[in-house]
């Protein structure tokens, strides 16, 4: 249930200001992509126009073949697209089941066999089911967007920072849930942890001010060379 993702020559202005120049990359079916990079470098800018939210000055994004530049927020999600932003934005007023329900409604998931197996990956959702998002530790808020983003059935999750602020135990468990998605789906993942993009990812892309610098498997990469890209 993964999908190939391509994108060809992807730019991005602000005003006058140029944040993405010429992006290029691919993702494989079932393969995790990391892109790295210090603070500004774009990867954020880049994650928004992958999912709509920007529109790019020009490049091409491509869906299994298909030209997506142009297409909403909402038909890429519907074509397979989930993004758990930085930050999470999860709904603090709703309880932890309605956040989960929520996107299972409007995906068709709601009821079915796998919207089960989203919440089961995370099982502290289950004690906090009637709890108020908002009421909920940093941790166990960004197990539920990435729950509430796999209940719709993705082929390819987009994840912005997942381990920012979280506790070593919880970014334990998010590794292991990805690591285990692999195959299943595609994971384009943006990490400031080094360890963790290592243990994950297949593939990185490092970004330095808005544009590839460096790109390769993981076996060819070492982590004394990555962390040149995102050390302060």
């Known amino acids: 249930m993964s999908m190939r993702f391509s994108v060809e020559g992807l730019d991005q202005h602000y005003g006058s200001a140029q944040v993405l120049r010429q992006i290029g990359f691919e993702i494989a079916p079932g393969e995790c992509l990391a892109v790295l990079g210090r603070n500004g470098a774009g990867k954020s800018t880049l994650l928004k126009c992958l999912m709509g939210l920007l529109a790019p000055s020009a490049g091409t994004i491509r869906i299994d073949g298909a030209d997506a530049t142009a297409w909403s927020p909402h038909r890429r999600s519907r074509a397979g697209l989930a993004y758990v932003p930085q930050g999470r934005e999860i709904f603090s007023e709703l ?138």
């Open 95 to 232: 309880t932890v089941g309605e956040n989960v329900e929520a996107a299972a409604r409007a995906h068709g998931t709601y009821g079915t066999p796998a919207m089960d197996e989203a919440i089961d990956l995370f099982p502290v959702l289950r004690e906090m089911w009637r709890r108020p998002g908002g009421a909920l530790s940093g941790g166990q808020q960004q197990q539920l967007a990435l729950a509430r983003a796999l209940v719709t059935q993705p082929k390819l999750l987009i994840l912005d920072e997942p381990t920012e602020g979280i506790q070593p135990n919880i970014v334990a468990l998010i590794g292991e849930v990805l690591r285990a998605l692999k195959g299943r789906l595609s994971i384009l993942l943006v990490e400031q942890y080094l360890d963790f993009a290592i243990d994950t990812a297949d593939g990185f892309v490092i970004l330095s001010r808005g544009a590839i610098v460096e790109a390769g498997r993981a076996e060819t990469m070492t982590r004394d060379h990555l962390s040149r890209f995102i050390a302060v």
